[in-house]
């Protein structure tokens, strides 16, 4: 096979302390056999590069780094995490349907044995873990417990360091990670705790959490150092936002960034943390005004890149801000009666976007039903929308169904169909607009959110 040439620029850590001279290639090669797909995905911090495998699963790549370092092998929804020493030549054999089944040569063959075993471990101890939840244990008998699998792992890691002669920063980063591991399901505790009503914790907690150092930039990218601190932040932003009347995504995660910058000073650990924060964010905000978000973001981070990247995302929704007009989507009915948004202005419009053969959508049909019957006599209109490709098997269903409220499929001519002017990527979506045509939200709570949704409503009609 010919061989692809793979540039990963790591960052330096602890280069003296390893004692290999900069800019050294390794190579990385080996088989994934029975491959269930054609390639995979190599992380190293912050970074990702997909590696295409070629015949019965084959790769064999250069790996360009200043120091040894952690990667993570990510396959058909299976991770394996490995330590590769610079100019060494590691050869991997894994079976596609379980990685840590692994055969690894190489100098950097027991770094990656040791991990391996380690991740089985990790895999056992969750499997495990219904005897450790909240209330199986008290607060400090879990403590105890927790903290002897944290005492077993590292006397097996100093075992390990005497029979292979470990370098330090592994050795260093091994000792951390275990700590953050520790730290992260006591927080997860905690918070299972809570909601039993077990609040009150023992000081053993609070001592082992504080200690633990946020700010280690050498852990940055390590998963159990970012679980850990992006727990922390969010169990902080959560107490504020039980406390608040905003009960937005949004808000909560404006909350979550403002504590974690008052839990975090280093910028690169604060941009590693944001930006793994980041895919969540945006699928929990859907079109949410994200203003107050991007405020929050600017005075917590220096990284102007991430920055950016959060506004030219935004900005694609700002049209469908509070307040604004609404967008003028196209309807027809089930005879082929054409109309539009506006033709509604002057009513409160709830709009159910949806489709026959979207089970959640069905789901909140009943509820739909309930609402429309309990404000059949304010000044409201409520519009299901379908966007049902098989428009055959649309009207089938609601004569089938006896729907009730105004039934009406979307115009899907390029800028006039409600999916591409509300930006509507999953169903059910629910969309209010105002009297005046204008936006009180693109993302409104469903029929099955009880109050909230009534609450809201009658808001908008009494303003």
Not at 158 to 163: D, F, L, Q
Not at 257 to 265: G, M, P, Q, Y
Not at 396 to 412: D, K, P, T, W, Y
């Amino acid at each position: 096979m010919k061989r692809s040439l793979l540039y990963l620029i790591v960052l330096l850590i602890a280069t003296s302390a390893s004692g290999f001279a900069p800019s050294s290639k390794t190579n990385l090669k080996g088989t994934i056999s029975n491959p269930q797909r054609d390639f995979f995905i190599l992380k190293n911090m912050g970074r990702a590069d997909t590696v295409k495998l070629g015949k019965e699963g084959g790769f064999d790549l250069l790996i360009e780094q200043v120091s040894a370092n952690y990667f993570t092998i990510e396959y058909n929804r299976q991770s394996l995490v490995i330590y590769v020493l610079p100019a060494d030549v590691v050869t991997l054999q894994a079976p596609g349907i379980n990685l840590t089944d692994a055969k690894i040569t190489g100098s950097s063959a027991p770094y990656c044995n040791f991990l391996i075993e380690r991740q089985k471990e990790e895999r056992l101890f969750q499997a495990a873990y219904p005897m450790y939840k909240a209330g199986t244990l008290a607060g400090e008998r879990y403590f105890t417990a927790r903290d002897s699998v944290r005492n077993v792992r590292l006397a097996a890691l100093e075992k390990a360091k005497s029979s292979h002669d470990f370098i330090s920063p592994f050795y260093s980063a091994e000792k951390k990670i275990y700590n953050f591991q520790m730290g992260l399901d006591l927080i997860n505790y905690q918070t299972q705790s809570a909601k039993m009503g077990m609040t009150v914790m023992p000081k053993s907690y609070a001592d082992f959490i504080d200690k633990l150092d946020v700010n280690d930039e050498t852990m940055a990218y390590d998963a159990a150092y970012k679980s850990f601190t992006l727990n922390r932040a969010s169990s902080a932003a959560n107490q504020q936002y039980q406390l608040d009347s905003d009960k937005s995504a949004i808000h909560y995660y404006e909350l979550t960034i403002d504590a974690l910058c008052k839990l975090v000073t280093i910028e690169r650990n604060k941009s590693v943390l944001i930006s793994e924060l980041m895919p969540q964010i945006i699928k929990d905000s859907g079109t949410a005004d994200m203003s107050g978000f991007i405020a929050t973001l600017e005075r917590c981070s220096k990284d102007e890149k991430l920055i950016a990247s959060v506004k030219k995302y935004a900005a694609q929704y700002e049209h469908l801000n509070k307040g604004r007009i609404a967008p003028d989507a196209e309807f027809y009915d089930a005879n082929g009666k054409p109309s539009k948004l506006s033709d509604y202005r002057g009513k409160v419009v709830y709009i159910d976007t949806w489709a026959t053969w979207c089970g959640p959508c069905k789901r909140e049909i009943p509820n739909l039903k309930t609402l429309e019957e309990e404000f059949h006599d304010k000044n409201i209109t409520f519009i299901s929308v379908s966007t049902d490709r098989d428009v055959e098997a649309w009207k089938s269903f609601i004569a089938r169904e006896s729907m009730s409220g105004l039934q009406l499929h979307q115009n899907e001519a390029p800028g006039k169909s409600i999916s591409e002017l509300y930006i509507v990527n999953s169903i059910p979506r629910f969309i209010l607009i105002d009297e005046a045509g204008k936006i009180v939200s693109t993302d409104a709570p469903r029929p099955s959110s009880g109050p909230e949704i009534r609450n809201l409503l009658n808001s908008v009609l009494n303003d």
